[in-house]
C-alpha cells in the first residue's frame, strides 16, 4: 500500500505542476481544466492514505490546498472578486496541519515516556 501511495503522490506532483505551469503561463483553458485532474488526483490520494496515520492529513491538507489554488487561478482568469473564497481551503489546511503537528509532537514525547 505505501508503494501504490507513493506512486500517487508522484503523479500528482506532475499533475499539479503542469496546471501551475500552465497558469503561470495564462493558458487559460487548459490551465482551468487541469485543476479536475489535479484535484481527483488529491483525492484519490486522500482515498488510498485514509488508513495510513503518517499521511492521512498531509494529504488532506494537500487537498485542501488544491482546492484554495484552484479558486484562486479562476479568480484570476475568470471571476474577479472571488479569490477571497480560497482563504476557506486554505485556512481548513493550515489547521489540519497545525493538528496533525501536534499529533506528531504528542505522540514523539508519549513515546520518550
Do not use: C, Q
Not at 503542469?18 to 485543476?35: H, R, S
Not at 488508513?51 to 474577479?80: H, R
Request: overall charge positive; aromatic content about 16%.
Amino acid at each position: 500500500m505505501e508503494r501504490k501511495i507513493r506512486e500517487s503522490e508522484n503523479l500528482h506532483v506532475i499533475l499539479w505542476l503542469v496546471k501551475d505551469t500552465f497558469w503561470m503561463l495564462e493558458f487559460k483553458p487548459i490551465a482551468v481544466f487541469m485543476i479536475a485532474p489535479t484535484l481527483a488526483m488529491a483525492l484519490w490520494v486522500l482515498w488510498i492514505s485514509r488508513n495510513e496515520e503518517l499521511t492521512l492529513l498531509p494529504n488532506l491538507a494537500v487537498t485542501f490546498w488544491i482546492l484554495a489554488n484552484g479558486i484562486w487561478m479562476l479568480d484570476e482568469f475568470y471571476f474577479p472578486g472571488t479569490k477571497l473564497w480560497s482563504l476557506i481551503p486554505f485556512i481548513s489546511g493550515i489547521v489540519i496541519m497545525l493538528v496533525y503537528l501536534f499529533m506528531r509532537i504528542k505522540a514523539f514525547f508519549n513515546k520518550k515516556t
